[in-house]
């Protein structure tokens, strides 16, 4: 039988999946901009000056919660406020910044350096869709920008220029996978159920969307989950989903460990895949990963599947010794002064992960290459593009204990380095 471990924090902050690659984007053939595209000509400084004074912008780029490091992420000034990010699922192929834009990326820890002429603009802050707009006084010399200028937005409030993406949660039995955006701090308030487990309630969570309730004598402010992976329109809102491990148990000798962990609808392979095809994120984790076998197949091997559904859970969920992680999430890590030594509470493993031909951004049929994020002698965690979109999965998942405060470890905060990596554009940035 499946036990839900009281142990200490596993897992999640991630690929949303996402680098500095956001919502910006080229001038259309008749003129417009295209969502999230700087207006034209936003250098700091449009009527040059043969002898500019500079000045230079020093700060530090952290998550919603405000101390959390962020790497990658894109920092650059402008005359004019950037575009509306779509309210719903889009193709993000990547940022178009015109010549002369002062922009850099943030390190490891978060922090940058940005040279700039002096005068009044837009301070522009982004990660993927997380993108926060301030305006700022650049002075001759050395500044340090106020750290609420730089951290990214715990809930969206475009008038004020704030942007996160839109994201759904399907409750899931086993991974709450809500407890950990509430954490990294996204606006939602974490209450205890009567066991002393933490929680987070649809109706508590403005900045995120939860489709199922915990209980009986829960409503929730959203239709059934079924609609979510059922109907294009409803899951066309969202900019990331997450399908987190769920399912019952089957403690009997013969068949799958796992049940009711797929949903055949037919609809289901057409809804889930053309949104991710659209530019959607898809995070799926551990049990329910038939979602990732069954409509996006051939990239992943697990280990036992067969024909039947579940076939590939296991019974495991011990602690596994990390071999190799990705590098970037290793300096991440590493100026935090942490350490992804292991993963902890894994029930389904991989066997193996291979190429495979899929559709690219432009719906060309091309040789598609999984990336791996962490090995535990195998893949546990890996992303797939899949047209304009990404699905990550990841064998391993959060099992928070009743705490709703301390430190993250090194499991956790590794999930939201990968949840942010997989929600940034497909191609890198363009200058010019």
Same mark, same amino acid.
């Given at each position: ?8 924090? &596993?897992?999640? &902050? ?63 000034? $402008? ?24 922009? *850099? ?32 006084? *650049? ?29 759904? &949660? ?20 974490? $209450? ?26 829960? $409503? ?47 609809? &289901? ?164």
């Amino acid at each position: 039988m499946r036990l839900l471990k009281l142990t200490s924090w &596993v897992v999640l &902050v991630s690929s949303l999946t996402l680098s500095a690659c956001n919502a910006d984007r080229e001038i259309l053939d008749d003129g417009t901009m295209s969502p999230g595209m700087p207006n034209p000509n936003p250098n700091p400084n449009p009527n040059p000056n043969p002898n500019p004074k500079l000045g230079r912008l020093t700060g530090k780029v952290v998550a919603p919660e405000g101390t959390i490091p962020i790497s990658g992420a894109l920092v650059y000034v $402008t005359a004019y406020p950037p575009a509306a990010i779509p309210d719903g699922v889009y193709c993000d192929k990547c940022v178009h910044l015109p010549d002369g834009t002062p922009h *850099i990326e943030t390190n490891a820890d978060g922090t940058f350096e940005l040279d700039a002429n002096t005068g009044n603009y837009y301070l522009v802050v982004q990660k993927g869709a997380f993108r926060r707009v301030r305006q700022v006084s *650049i002075q001759e010399g050395k500044q340090q920008v106020p750290i609420d200028k730089t951290t990214l937005p715990s809930i969206m409030d475009k008038p004020n220029g704030d942007d996160v993406p839109k994201m759904a &949660v399907m409750l899931g039995a086993w991974d709450p996978i809500e407890v950990v955006l509430a954490r990294m701090g996204m606006k939602a308030t974490i $209450t205890k159920d009567l066991l002393g487990k933490a929680q987070v309630l649809g109706k508590d969570a403005p900045s995120f969307a939860i489709y199922g309730v915990h209980g009986l004598f829960e $409503t929730s402010p959203y239709p059934n989950p079924v609609k979510l992976i059922t109907d294009p329109a409803e899951i066309s809102k969202y900019h990331i989903v997450f399908l987190p491990c769920s399912g019952g148990t089957n403690s009997g000798d013969t068949g799958p460990k796992c049940s009711s962990i797929y949903n055949s609808d037919p609809r &289901v392979k057409s809804t889930i895949t053309d949104f991710v095809a659209k530019g959607g994120r898809l995070y799926v984790s551990d049990w329910s990963y038939e979602y990732v076998r069954q409509l996006f197949p051939g990239y992943i091997t697990w280990s036992g599947e067969n024909s039947t559904i579940g076939s590939a859970c296991g019974g495991g969920g011990g602690d596994q010794s990390v071999s190799r992680s990705d590098m970037g999430l290793d300096a991440w890590l590493r100026a935090q002064g942490q350490n992804l030594s292991s993963v902890k509470d894994a029930w389904t493993s991989i066997r193996s992960v291979q190429d495979k031909m899929g559709p690219d951004a432009d719906g060309k049929t091309v040789k598609i290459t999984p990336k791996v994020w962490v090995e535990a002698n195998a893949p546990v965690t890996t992303s797939v593009q899949h047209g304009c979109g990404r699905v990550m999965y990841t064998t391993y998942h959060t099992q928070p204990t009743s705490q709703t405060s301390g430190a993250l470890e090194p499991q956790a905060l590794a999930l939201l380095y990968l949840i942010l990596e997989v929600g940034v554009c497909i191609d890198p940035i363009v200058i010019g």
